[in-house]
């Protein structure tokens, strides 16, 4: 079998590696995983009661328009229903908005360093990348603006940049977004939203009405504590939503996705617990950073990027053997370790095994 030509030397996402396999190949009882931004706290008591309430439905196909949950996040967001669609985490979305709008040959302009997702998908539909260099770990909107030209289909911008953490502030970004042709679609990957606290950030959903143009991606797998259930969203125009629509398969959502995220929803005190725990984490992770020297990006998603100074691959490894899990293998920064904002106890322990693993790789050199 013949497959597509501009899929066959196509990257495959590495995820953060899994707590169980480190435990196997190292021998080790306990292990600690900083590595998928994960919200160490877990789901909300509610949500994790209406999965267990719901094990009774097994049998049944989930509905397929998520009507409850359709209807309960349109209340919260304040947008009508028919402005929303669902999918298997803000992944799936990206994969149908590529599916839906690009062409062989269309171009389309994302960050050097940002969400691998983004390029994959266009790589699968034929689209051409154009990578804009990153401005001190940040989104250059006018170099990405220059970029634009009559090919261009879809620009990305992920807010809070992932992996750097740095965010876009809302002035800059209606000034963008008033100089983007009305062609050309914007793509605003609010997956951390929930968790910026700087004043000068936006809720891009709230320019929808202003840009027909904006498509704004969130998702239950962060904050919410909901990643192993796979469920995201994208906010748009009612003709965008439409056309993506369009390319969604059936039942792309299960049942036990559908019932914790409207249980999720309903427990934003839960929410807000989770993002001051959050800020005190990175309070903390900036505090040792500048003990031991080292130097971060600012932190506005639950993860933190630091220059480790060093090989971040050797620290990465040295850090697994105790039982730290995090993230490397960043092309632009490899001397860089994302590092997911864990509980104190969590932080604590990879502080203690970083340093350790600092002095090794002093003692080596």
Not at 61 to 76: I, M, Q, R, W
Not at 77 to 95: H, K, N, P, Q, T
Not at 226 to 250: C, D, F, H, K, T
Request: hydrophobic share 45%; charged share 20%.
């Amino acid at each position: 079998m013949n497959p597509k030509p501009n899929i066959v030397d196509l990257p495959v996402y590495k995820p953060g590696k899994p707590i169980e396999e480190v435990k196997k190949e190292l021998g080790l009882s306990e292990v600690i995983k900083l590595a998928s931004n994960e919200n160490p706290y877990g789901a909300a008591p509610s949500a994790k009661a209406a999965i267990v309430a719901e094990l009774e439905n097994l049998y049944l196909y989930p509905d397929g328009s998520a009507a409850e949950l359709t209807a309960t996040l349109a209340k919260h967001l304040g947008v009508a229903g028919d402005r929303i669609i669902f999918g298997c985490g803000s992944d799936e979305i990206i994969a149908l908005i590529a599916r839906a709008f690009f062409l062989p040959g269309d171009e389309t302009i994302m960050a050097d360093q940002t969400f691998s997702v983004y390029k994959s998908n266009a790589d699968i539909e034929g689209a051409v990348t154009i990578e804009v260099p990153l401005k001190d770990g940040t989104h250059d909107l006018d170099a990405m603006l220059a970029k634009i030209t009559d090919r261009t289909k879809i620009v990305w911008i992920c807010n809070p940049n992932n992996p750097t953490g740095t965010i876009v502030p809302e002035d800059a970004l209606i000034t963008f977004l008033d100089a983007v042709p009305a062609g050309v679609m914007v793509v605003l990957d609010e997956a951390y939203y929930e968790y910026v606290t700087d004043l000068s950030y936006t809720d891009g959903i709230k320019l929808i009405d202003k840009y027909p143009n904006l498509v704004v991606l969130r998702t239950f797998s962060k904050i919410y504590g909901l990643a192993a259930l796979r469920i995201g969203y994208g906010v748009a125009s009612q003709q965008v939503i439409s056309l993506i629509n369009q390319v969604r398969e059936p039942f792309n959502t299960t049942r036990l996705a559908q019932v914790a995220a409207v249980a999720a929803l309903s427990d934003q005190e839960y929410v807000q617990q989770c993002r001051a725990l959050n800020s005190a984490g990175i309070v903390q992770l900036e505090a040792e950073f500048a003990r031991l020297g080292l130097t971060s990006f600012p932190a506005h998603g639950n993860f933190i990027m630091v220059d480790v100074r060093k090989s971040a691959a050797e620290v990465f490894d040295t850090l697994l053997r105790q039982g730290i899990i995090v993230r490397t293998g960043f092309h632009r920064y490899p001397t860089y370790l994302r590092v997911t904002i864990g509980s104190a106890e969590q932080n604590t322990a990879f502080v203690a095994a970083l340093e350790q693993s600092l002095k090794e790789q002093e003692v080596r050199a």
